[in-house]
């Protein structure tokens, strides 16, 4: 489409031209990495040089990185062990779905997590913690160190999902003080498909898909070494742009900026806290969040309401109800990435200011049902 803006990075963001060229040159080669003969022994160190792209992102150590399917998959292996668990109110749906029946820390009014419920939660015993870095939604970021010093002090492991957060601010694990971290290659610029689960190495954990040995026997399967070569490429620039990523910042802001003078009642969800430098969650009287991410959509701006791994459909977030925010059926979400540029945030303020200056002239015919 001629002039197309694209302004839903964290649902997954465009592959990078290394990245891809990675996955493209290993698409042609052959060999298993679990073979000896110099075929197999090729891939594996292709397997081996992305891990250790991915390991350095998170500062980790290479054996400490288990490939997976995506974010989802990591997230499933992490929560698998069950017992008792607590996790926060904001979690991605692939935590909240692996951890059914978990008991669930509420967040306050900007999206944080309670961290005197946590502890008082935890003292009736748990043996999982599982705190995202950064929520999908509005982009706020966690007091992830906090929560694991609590839970490490009543004896529970702790992992956290860091999809949205590894590529766009700095990211350490044991800084973090976490026993497990979840990561996405396509969420910073990589292939999708292609995931890791980064574990203490310390802690045992025990495979979800069983049948062969690959990933220290941790996770059965032929490796998928092509899309795993261009995650570590896309780990490393993502990596080594994290000053460039944090300048989206200046651009987000520009936008709330200007929107808010189009709609002086317009909200910024989670604006007063820290947030990923990228992201903006916002809603304004008068426009619900189908009719906007529809209407943006046929004049060529595409944004979310909510998550993208969700039925497609258009929901109240869940997020936003935990954070008892008004205006949450308004909502949609403003995510930049690695190739935004300042033109992209003033097409879709042009975009938006004429959508909302037609519902404040005729609000009906806007109405979705």
Same mark, same amino acid.
């Given at each position: 489409?001629? +002039?197309?803006?694209?302004? =839903? +990075?964290?649902?997954?963001?465009?592959?990078?031209?290394? &990245?891809?060229?990675?996955?493209?040159?290993?698409?042609?080669?052959?060999?298993?990495?679990?073979?000896?003969?110099?075929?197999?022994?090729?891939?594996?160190?292709?397997?081996?040089?992305?891990?250790?792209?991915v390991a350095r992102l998170v500062g980790a150590r290479?054996?400490?990185?288990?490939?997976?399917?995506?974010?989802?998959?990591?997230?499933?292996?992490?929560?698998?062990?069950?017992?008792?668990?607590?996790?926060?109110?904001?979690?991605?749906?692939?935590?909240?779905?692996?951890?059914?029946?978990?008991?669930?820390?509420? !967040?306050?009014?900007?999206?944080? !997590?309670?961290?005197?419920?946590?502890?008082?939660?935890?003292?009736?015993?748990?043996?999982?913690?599982?705190?995202?870095?950064?929520?999908?939604?509005?982009? !706020?970021?966690?007091?992830?160190?906090?929560?694991?010093?609590?839970?490490?002090?009543?004896?529970?492991?702790?992992?956290?999902?860091? $999809?949205?957060?590894?590529?766009?601010?700095p990211v350490e694990m044991r800084a973090l003080g976490?026993? %497990?971290?979840?990561?996405?290659?396509?969420?910073?610029?990589?292939?999708?498909?292609?995931?890791?689960? /980064?574990?203490?190495?310390?802690?045992?954990?025990?495979? %979800?898909?069983?049948?062969?040995?690959?990933?220290?026997?941790?996770?059965?399967?032929?490796?998928? !070494?092509?899309?795993?070569?261009?995650?570590? /490429?896309? @780990?490393?620039?993502?990596?080594?742009?994290?000053?460039?990523?944090?300048?989206?910042?200046? %651009? #987000?802001?520009?936008?709330?900026?200007?929107? @808010? #003078?189009?709609?002086?009642?317009?909200?910024?969800?989670? &604006?007063?806290?820290?947030?990923?430098?990228?992201?903006?969650?916002?809603?304004?009287?008068?426009? =619900?969040?189908?009719?906007?991410?529809?209407?943006? =959509?046929?004049?060529?701006?595409?944004?979310?309401?909510?998550? @993208?791994?969700?039925?497609?459909?258009?929901? $109240?977030?869940?997020?936003?109800? *935990? %954070?008892?925010?008004?205006?949450?059926?308004? *909502?949609?979400?403003?995510?930049?990435?690695?190739?935004?540029?300042?033109?992209?945030? =003033?097409?879709?303020?042009?975009?938006?200011?004429?959508? +909302?200056?037609? &519902?404040?002239?005729?609000? *009906?015919?806007?109405?979705?049902?």
């Amino acid at each position: 489409m001629e +002039h197309a803006v694209y302004l =839903d +990075h964290n649902a997954t963001t465009p592959i990078r031209p290394e &990245a891809a060229d990675a996955v493209g040159a290993h698409l042609g080669c052959v060999g298993n990495p679990s073979s000896v003969h110099r075929y197999g022994r090729i891939a594996r160190r292709t397997l081996e040089e992305a891990r250790g792209r991915v390991a350095r992102l998170v500062g980790a150590r290479c054996a400490d990185v288990i490939f997976t399917s995506g974010g989802t998959e990591a997230n499933n292996l992490a929560l698998s062990a069950g017992g008792r668990i607590v996790v926060s109110a904001i979690e991605h749906d692939s935590v909240l779905g692996a951890a059914g029946g978990a008991r669930t820390i509420p !967040v306050n009014a900007d999206g944080i !997590v309670d961290l005197q419920a946590l502890d008082a939660m935890l003292a009736d015993g748990a043996d999982l913690v599982s705190v995202m870095l950064a929520n999908n939604e509005t982009g !706020v970021v966690q007091p992830v160190a906090d929560v694991a010093a609590i839970a490490r002090r009543h004896g529970a492991l702790v992992h956290c999902d860091a $999809v949205q957060a590894a590529g766009k601010i700095p990211v350490e694990m044991r800084a973090l003080g976490v026993h %497990m971290l979840s990561l996405s290659a396509h969420k910073l610029g990589g292939p999708g498909g292609v995931g890791a689960l /980064v574990v203490e190495s310390s802690l045992s954990i025990e495979p %979800m898909l069983r049948g062969g040995g690959q990933e220290g026997r941790r996770r059965a399967g032929t490796e998928n !070494v092509a899309g795993i070569a261009g995650f570590g /490429v896309a @780990a490393e620039l993502a990596g080594n742009g994290l000053e460039s990523f944090a300048g989206l910042a200046a %651009m #987000r802001d520009r936008l709330e900026r200007r929107l @808010a #003078r189009l709609a002086p009642g317009a909200q910024f969800f989670g &604006a007063s806290v820290r947030r990923l430098p990228n992201t903006s969650c916002l809603a304004a009287p008068g426009l =619900d969040s189908e009719t906007q991410v529809m209407a943006l =959509d046929l004049d060529g701006v595409a944004v979310s309401a909510g998550s @993208a791994c969700s039925s497609g459909k258009v929901s $109240v977030s869940h997020v936003l109800e *935990a %954070m008892g925010a008004a205006g949450a059926s308004a *909502a949609i979400r403003v995510s930049l990435g690695w190739n935004s540029k300042e033109t992209d945030i =003033d097409r879709f303020l042009d975009s938006w200011g004429a959508l +909302h200056a037609r &519902a404040a002239r005729d609000p *009906a015919p806007l109405a979705v049902a």
